[in-house]
């Protein structure tokens, strides 16, 4: 699935329910904001080896695989009412960043 598809089940979906009244550029920010503070409750007082660890747990992986949906699913709808296209926004990214960063040449 690529974000356009994405933005349209998640519109449909928002739409069904009649939530779009919610939807502001700041409240979508916001919401986005806090459900990356969520995700970030998984990781605090953690170190990486722990977390990789705790992520083995199927319910641990879902909890957090849930928490990154929510912060995608806010900023897709973020995109969408901003009249952003997420696809060609990240690919220019990628393509701005492969000009700032280069890959380090490899030895023959």
Avoid: C
């Avoid at 916001?30 to 990789?52: C, K, N, R, T």
């Amino acid at each position: 699935m690529d974000f356009r598809e994405l933005e349209e089940k998640l519109v449909a979906f928002r739409d069904a329910r009649n939530w779009a009244k919610y939807h502001t550029p700041k409240s979508l920010a916001i919401s986005a904001a806090v459900e990356l503070g969520e995700l970030l409750e998984h990781f605090q007082w953690e170190s990486d080896g722990e977390v990789l660890e705790a992520v083995k747990d199927p319910a641990k992986r879902e909890a957090i695989a849930d928490e990154i949906a929510d912060v995608v699913i806010y900023l897709t709808l973020l995109a969408h009412e901003l009249g952003i296209d997420l696809n060609e926004a990240v690919e220019r990214k990628l393509r701005k960043n492969e000009l700032k960063y280069p890959a380090p040449e490899r030895p023959p």
